[in-house]
């Protein structure tokens, strides 16, 4: 059986920046559950000499001249910003003030 | 005139000067604007004016590319420079790319019109187009079955004859399975032919762009022109150019071609049995010699797939954060309005992908699964390349079963994933495959698929037109009256 109850869903999903519903909690636990055990079954295959594969390409370090190209301009690059403060995206605060005193 | 369908029969349209670039546009726009299964998201009309109007001039100057005019549909997780593109999530809708991914500029520069950007399962992630955050996309066969997934809407469009090719992407089957469930020809290329610079980035180890047509032909003309390296990405192969069309009139004669025995077993349909098993005795009839051959970790792609896929999905969304572009739901603060944001941007199956992939990757269980599953990867690409030494192509059903109805699998996925057991493994070993039309099972479309080894387009293009050749398969239109049913 697998290891997945609400607890290690909420957690995950925290981990991912998902906010879910209990609704959605209790669902995704039931679903998720049959997935790991399905995919789970790799632990069958003798993998003790074998090396992982991460790309399939047999390329290695493409590497390529560091040139100066043009690029976006400035209005291209935020013109879907939600939100935006002249050249900046405009975010809530992230540092609070230091209480004075 | 008869609306011309193939690639080449607009090109004779258009030098014959029976119809112009802009006449075809429209017409296709028309149909677009018609279309009754919701396989549009935008249609470009300004757009696909103009690069119409280019195209006839092209044309009378004397010098056009086979692509020149024709008519075409852009699966809408495809950048396209100031034309909205959403990749079908309410956490893009709105977004505006300020450039165009690299295909499609290649397809603009050889003069092709695009029509429009099609219906598709958000992000990519799903086996028949109900996954869309603008509603499931309806298969012209029967407007109560899924189109298949996730570019329904790129297939369908080729369908139901509003465009003479679309593109689509394939993660784990995405162009070959719907391609099989409406009847067309779909294909994903070798992984590294085709650059996916601009393209939404679902699982970055397993994804290809690939082209929806009517014929194989018209498969090959189109990868002609998306091939080959780009500087913008690293993961393209610089190989030569060489003609994918220089054996399509050769014939299998000679040929040795696989039958994986792992692909004809539980879970698939008789009608689809049936018809493959058919496809493939005509091959041999043609002189191919058939073999039986075995690709033993096949049953283990699919957890391979779900590990690795959702893994790199996960990573890949994590820009969706409201910041630079998308949607954005403010919360009390700023980790609170990335919670928000991505919980009410992602519909339910990327949410169950986010953290099937994150939990892969957290830290007790990245041995267990994630290397484990890049392990197994190896088996099965090394199973393949054994079997290639044997044989020059493979033969299998490209799904296990025919289109199945619209909210028939919705709430279970292990039962929806199941449906790319036999075009998961072809993403996993990162080679080329092709979904073509072998007949109708209880009425409703069959597809054969042809794998090839590493880099052997040409072969799997060479033995899918031998096919062809001899069958009217691929010319299997649409009951009309499905059209009145959808709307």
Same mark, same amino acid.
């Given at each position: ?101 | ?29 028309? #149909? ?57 999530? #309410? ?5 505006? =790319? ?112 690939? =082209? ?83 690709? =033993? ?134 080679? =080329? ?55």
């Amino acid at each position: 059986m697998s290891e997945i109850d609400p607890g290690v869903v909420r957690y995950v999903a925290d981990l991912a920046r998902i906010a879910l519903t209990d609704a959605e909690v209790e669902r995704f636990t039931v679903q998720l559950s049959v997935v790991l055990d399905s995919v789970g079954r790799l632990r069958e295959v003798d993998t003790e000499a074998i090396p992982p594969t991460a790309s399939v390409l047999p390329l290695h370090n493409v590497m390529r001249e560091d040139e100066v190209r043009p690029g976006l301009t400035l209005d291209e690059a935020m013109r879907n910003a939600p939100a935006r403060d002249g050249d900046l995206f405009r975010v809530q605060t992230v540092i609070e003030e230091r209480p004075s005193g | 005139m008869a609306e011309p369908r193939t690639i080449l029969e607009v090109a004779e349209t258009l030098r014959d000067l029976e119809a112009s670039a802009v006449d075809l546009a429209r017409a296709a726009i028309d #149909r677009a604007r018609a279309d009754p299964f919701n396989a549009w998201l935008t249609v470009t009309e300004d757009r696909a004016l103009a690069q119409a109007r280019a195209a006839d001039e092209r044309i009378a100057s004397g010098d056009a590319p086979l692509l020149c005019g024709v008519p075409w549909a852009c699966k809408d997780i495809i950048g396209t420079k100031d034309v909205e593109t959403t990749a079908g999530s #309410r956490i893009l809708a709105g977004y505006v =790319p300020p450039y165009s991914a690299t295909v499609v500029e290649r397809l603009d520069r050889e003069g092709a019109v695009m029509i429009g950007k099609t219906n598709l399962d958000e992000f990519a992630m799903g086996s028949s187009n109900e996954n869309s955050a603008f509603g499931p996309v309806r298969n012209p066969w029967d407007p109560s079955r899924v189109p298949g997934g996730s570019s329904g809407g790129s297939a369908v469009s080729v369908a139901s004859g509003e465009v003479v090719f679309a593109l689509g992407t394939d993660t784990g089957g995405s162009i070959r399975q719907p391609a099989a469930l409406t009847g067309v020809t779909g294909m994903k290329p070798t992984y590294g032919r085709v650059s996916r610079y601009g393209v939404v980035a679902f699982a970055s180890s397993l994804d290809q762009v690939g =082209p929806f047509t009517t014929t194989v032909e018209d498969s090959a003309i189109v990868c002609q022109a998306l091939f080959g390296k780009d500087p913008a990405d690293a993961t393209t192969m610089p190989l030569d150019r060489e003609d994918l069309r220089r054996g399509l009139g050769d014939g299998v004669k000679g040929m040795r071609l696989g039958v994986p025995k792992e692909y004809f077993v539980k879970g698939i349909e008789p009608g689809v049995e049936s018809a493959v098993r058919a496809a493939i005795r005509e091959l041999e009839r043609q002189g191919a010699s058939i073999e039986e051959v075995s690709l =033993p970790s096949t049953d283990h792609a699919l957890g391979v797939y779900y590990i690795i896929q959702p893994a790199e999905a996960s990573a890949n969304l994590a820009r969706y954060d409201g910041v630079r572009y998308g949607l954005r739901v403010e919360g009390r603060d700023l980790v609170d309005t990335y919670k928000r944001t991505r919980g009410a941007g992602f519909g339910a199956e990327v949410k169950r992908r986010m953290i099937l992939g994150t939990y892969a990757l957290s830290t007790g269980y990245y041995d267990a699964y994630y290397v484990k599953a890049q392990k197994v990867r190896t088996v099965i690409k090394a199973e393949f390349e054994r079997v290639f030494e044997r044989v020059d192509a493979l033969l299998t059903p490209t799904s296990p079963t025919v289109a199945f109805g619209i909210g028939s699998k919705v709430n279970d996925p292990l039962s929806m994933y199941l449906n790319d057991v036999f075009t998961l493994p072809v993403n996993i070993a990162g080679l =080329p495959g092709i979904s073509i039309p072998c007949g109708l099972s209880e009425a409703l479309p069959v597809g054969l698929q042809v794998i090839a080894g590493y880099d052997q387009e040409a072969t799997m293009f060479r033995v899918a037109a031998a096919y062809e050749r001899a069958t009217e398969h691929h010319r299997m239109r649409p009951p009309e009256r499905a059209k009145e049913v959808a709307r």
